[in-house]
């Protein structure tokens, strides 16, 4: 996904008149521009690919936590809202690994950085979410590696 991409799709959720995607859309757009300003580039600035992502994960983030405090307090209606537009930004997001595949990867790496033990857990966990970012959620992430090294 990048800045342009979601333009595209701010015109196309207009066109179709779908409330959920444009404000989801005009919201990234928002804190792309945010994080353009924040980066030094000017509200005109050109993102990357990964701070795209950057931007697109940590918005996945908010919604999942506000649909946990929502639900949490009793508040069902403001969670089906959040989670209508947590499925937009996950949809934009790339595919994420799944369990097996991070066990996979994690070995892989371990024996690559010739990690046996828990002394070395930390040195793998930051290659590893190098590797992996974007594609896997850095809680599946420590939980295959604390199982691994358990």
């Known amino acids: 996904m990048t800045q342009a991409e979601l333009k595209e799709q701010l015109k196309a959720a207009m066109k179709a008149k779908d409330a959920v995607r444009l404000n ?9 521009t945010n994080e353009a300003v924040a980066k030094g580039k000017g509200p005109d ?6 701070e795209v992502l950057t931007v697109l994960t940590r918005a996945s983030k908010q919604r999942k ?10 508040r069902p209606e403001l969670a089906e809202a959040e989670k209508a537009e947590f ?3 996950e949809s934009m997001l790339p595919a994420q690994m799944s369990r097996d595949e991070i066990v996979a990867a994690t070995k892989a790496k371990a024996a690559e950085l010739g990690v046996t033990d828990k002394t070395g857990v930390n040195k793998l966990m930051g290659m590893l979410m190098k590797d992996l970012k974007g594609r896997a959620d850095g809680n599946a992430v420590k939980a295959v590696i604390d199982s691994l090294f358990a």
Do not use: P, Y
Request: glycine letters at 10%; proline letters at 0%; a negative charge.
């Open 65 to 74: 936590d506000s649909i946990e405090q929502f639900e949490k307090g009793g």
């Open 45 to 50: 600035g050109v993102l990357s690919n990964d």
């Open 87 to 89: 499925s937009v930004i």
């Open 24 to 32: 989801v859309v005009r919201s990234l757009l928002s804190a792309m």
